[in-house]
Nanobody, 124 residues
Framework: QVQLVESGGGLVQAGASLRLSCAAS????????MAWFRQGPGKEREFVAA????????HYADSVKGRFTISRDNAKNTVYLQMNSLKPEDTAVYYC?????????????????WGQGTQVTVSS
């Protein structure tokens, strides 16, 4: 059974940092592109960051460039999202997504596997 399990969310003040983790099981992790998306209150799910199966191709949304960093540890079947200088507008449920043999797309439709999400709340 394929599972993506996010963790690391929480309530922080503006300017703080958080690191999200997504642990994958039931798949050959090294063959999958991994991505983070988020969905704020009343908003559509939007792309945050993605990395291809080797971690060599990385994309970021303009809104998080320079503040967020995606990385992966294929030995641990885990992808991370380091979030620095958090802003209230970063408040959202953050989802991990995976797609086999992908270069790491930036659209929701590019991914077939999804986690359940972890809440990040940034207070002003």
């Amino acid at each position: 059974q394929v599972q993506l399990v996010e963790s690391g969310g929480g309530l922080v003040q503006a300017g703080a940092s958080l690191r999200l983790s997504c642990a994958a099981s039931g798949l050959t992790f090294s063959r999958y592109a991994m991505a983070w998306f988020r969905q704020g209150p009343g908003k559509e799910r939007e792309f945050v960051a993605a990395t291809n199966w080797r971690g060599a191709t990385i994309h970021y949304a303009d809104s998080v460039k320079g503040r967020f960093t995606i990385s992966r540890d294929n030995a641990k079947n885990t992808v991370y999202l380091q979030m620095n200088s958090l802003k209230p507008e970063d408040t959202a449920v953050y989802y991990c997504a995976a797609e086999a043999f992908s270069t790491g797309g930036t659209s929701v439709k590019d991914y077939d596997l999804w986690g359940q999400g972890t809440q990040v709340t940034v207070s002003s």
